[in-house]
């Protein structure tokens, strides 16, 4: 058999396998575009990438003969040096999910095979005249060059995205860490590894916290964490005579996802409510209970409002009988049943979070492709926070020693909130793209049901209670917080 036809065939395998492995793992379920540890693997992506992109491109339709069959092979052997580079760079920085390592595995051996079958050309190809002989392939040659070039974007992205994390890193850095209080105390986390619960966490530490943490994968999260943090999966695990000075209570499925049938809403509820009742059950037979527990919650308490409703919804405004105003309210009151215990408890009712995971790469992606505008009417209000004012107010909270034992519920939402329709204007206007084109509100209806209320609908709600107790906002204006979080 033409082992040429066979290595270029193997190299169509290869750039399928890396293209799930990069769209799957990379972007979707690693995000690691927005992880500031994983700038090192960033830059290798990158350069293999790019190395990747020539091979797939150069041999597409061209023999390499002479001297160029030296070059393939250094550009092999620069290859392989990476991949055992990225090999040893990613155990020390994160733990991969079981499908990734399998996708590396199968990636290996098949690179590995076509790269054998292309150096048992090269005795062959040395012996020719040097030059670059056109030898096409057919639609296998242009699948193979269509490889190259998306293999190139990728490793340009992979590289600007090293590049801004490596800026975020130095930043982060210089700024002045956080400071929960003037002495180290014992604090329990749970959804550690979420969204915010990451960065709070590394907050926590830097600021010399003792932390442990409730999670169902302690592997990963302990090798999130470098090992800094205690790592638990079941209460049980933890001694009645085990002393916390805080809890923090951020755990919860995503909210946004599968349409809320009756099997996904109890699912959202075991999350938040059962799991609350699981921390209150525990510390009701505890030796020692805690001076505060924080909670996490969301605007969705208040229901939606009707467009045209300008009204600022303040923490005493009412609930309403849909699911997400029942979820927040009754997950508050799972929380609540601390206060039988003599223990402070805050209910933390965040708005839509800006940060670099979370809602907002989402809500900027049609802009960031020019492809921007109102989301249906955009007069619907867009209620937000930035995450960094987010773990602020956290370690606002934390400090403030006139908490009473009791129930307090904070509204966790910049004082500017804005129309969707201006949102759209100012975040085009940041990343300077058109803002143009205006999405119809039905087929969200249709696909999300009620769950779309959150998109369509929205709340004006006023962080009263922080602004009247004096927390000041780092980002309390929309075009600041976006800017921050280019």
């Known amino acids: 058999m033409n082992t040429h036809l066979l290595a270029l065939q193997l190299m169509a395998v290869q750039g399928l396998l890396g293209a799930f492995d990069t769209l799957y793992h990379h972007e979707l379920t690693e995000a690691l575009a927005t992880r500031t540890s994983a700038r090192k693997e960033l830059a290798i992506h990158a350069c293999r990438a790019l190395i990747y992109a020539g091979l797939f491109i150069g041999l597409s339709c061209w023999a390499w003969h002479g001297v160029w069959a030296i070059v393939l092979l250094?550009?092999?052997?620069?290859?392989?040096?990476?991949?055992?580079?990225?090999?040893?760079?990613?155990?020390?920085?994160?733990?991969?999910?079981?499908?990734?390592?399998?996708t590396h595995t199968i990636l290996a051996m098949n690179g590995g095979a076509f790269v054998a079958l292309l150096v048992l050309n090269t005795p062959d190809w040395y012996a020719q005249s040097t030059a670059l002989v056109w030898q096409p392939e057919g639609y296998l040659s242009l699948f193979l060059a269509l490889c190259g070039v998306g293999v190139g974007v990728s490793g340009v992205r992979d590289a600007l995205a090293a590049r801004k994390l490596s800026k975020l890193a130095s930043v982060a850095q210089a700024a002045a860490p956080l400071r929960f209080g003037s002495q180290s105390e014992r604090v329990l986390v749970t959804g550690a590894t979420g969204f915010i619960g990451q960065l709070l966490v590394r907050a926590l530490l830097a600021d010399g916290q003792q932390v442990t943490i409730f999670v169902r994968n302690a592997k990963a999260a302990a090798w999130q964490f470098d090992g800094r943090a205690r790592c638990v999966t079941d209460l049980a695990q933890l001694s009645p005579q085990e002393q916390f000075d805080v809890v923090i209570n951020l755990a919860g499925a995503p909210i946004l996802g599968p349409r809320w049938s009756s099997v996904r809403q109890a699912a959202l509820r075991a999350s938040r409510i059962g799991l609350t009742n699981a921390l209150y059950a525990w510390f009701a037979q505890a030796h020692?209970?805690?001076?505060?527990?924080?909670?996490?919650?969301?605007?969705?308490?208040?229901?939606?409002?009707?467009?045209?409703d300008n009204q600022e919804l303040q923490e005493s405004s009412p609930t309403q009988e849909i699911f997400m105003s029942q979820l927040c309210r009754d997950w508050e009151s799972s929380a609540q049943q601390m206060v039988k215990l003599g223990v402070p408890v805050v209910a933390i009712r965040l708005g839509v979070v800006f940060g670099r995971q979370g809602a907002l790469p989402k809500m900027l992606l049609p802009i960031f492709f020019g492809a921007g505008g109102p989301l249906a009417s955009g007069q619907q209000w867009?209620?937000?926070?930035?995450?960094?004012?987010?773990?602020?107010?956290?370690?606002?909270?934390?400090q403030k020693q006139e908490l009473t034992a009791g129930f307090h519920a904070y509204n966790f939402t910049a004082p500017d909130s804005v129309q969707q329709r201006q949102f759209a204007k100012t975040a085009a206007s940041v990343l300077h793209r058109p803002c143009f084109m205006p999405t119809p509100g039905w087929p969200m209806r249709l696909l999300l049901g009620e769950q779309a209320d959150l998109l369509l609908e929205g709340q004006r709600v006023k962080p009263q209670r922080l602004l009247a107790e004096g927390f000041h906002f780092q980002y309390g204006e929309l075009r600041a917080a976006l800017q921050s979080l280019r």
């Not at 290859?79 to 733990?95: N, Y």
């Open 74 to 102: 250094l550009v092999f052997a620069v290859e392989i040096v990476l991949t055992l580079w990225d090999f040893v760079t990613e155990d020390k920085t994160r733990l991969l999910p079981a499908t990734e390592r399998v």
């Open 288 to 308: 020692h209970q805690p001076r505060l527990f924080i909670n996490a919650s969301a605007i969705g308490y208040y229901g939606i409002q009707p467009i045209g």
């Open 382 to 398: 867009l209620s937000w926070i930035h995450v960094d004012d987010v773990l602020r107010g956290i370690a606002f909270l934390w």
